[in-house]
Each structure stands twice: as C-alpha cells, then as structure tokens.
C-alpha cells in the first residue's frame, strides 16, 4: 500500500531491544534493494511492513528474519 514501507531492524548480541534502522519501499515489480549499517555488533536482522515513514519499534510480525 502507499501509506507503507518496509524497515529493517538490528538486534545486538546480547540485547533484548530492536535498533530501528533502514526504511525502504519496493519498486513497481515488487523488488527492493537497501543498504543496512550497523552490523557490527548485531545478530539478528529483521525486515517487517512498517507506516511510510518508519516506526519506533516493529508494529507488525517479522516479514524476514536472518541470524548473523
């Protein structure tokens, strides 16, 4: 939909909390490319449906998740 996007979320070994991280939307065949930094110390990435401009926190169930 137009009022979404998707966004990527980092965990850090060791931590419980989400690091908000790269908002991207998909191009009109349905593929997406974006850029993740961050990933340090992180491992676990996880990408979900977010509002347009991104969230604080994940508001809907993990479309990808990838262990580091």
């Known amino acids: 939909a137009r ?18 991280s790269t908002v991207f939307v998909s191009g009109r065949g349905g593929t997406a490319t ?19 401009g991104g969230s604080t926190q994940p508001t809907t169930a993990p ?3 990838a262990k580091l």
């Open 63 to 65: 479309l990808l998740r």
């Open 34 to 52: 974006a850029t993740v930094s961050g990933l340090e110390d992180a491992d676990l990435v996880m990408v979900s449906r977010e509002p347009r």
């Open 3 to 20: 009022d979404e996007a998707f966004q990527a979320w980092i965990r850090d070994e060791g931590e419980a909390e989400l690091t908000p």
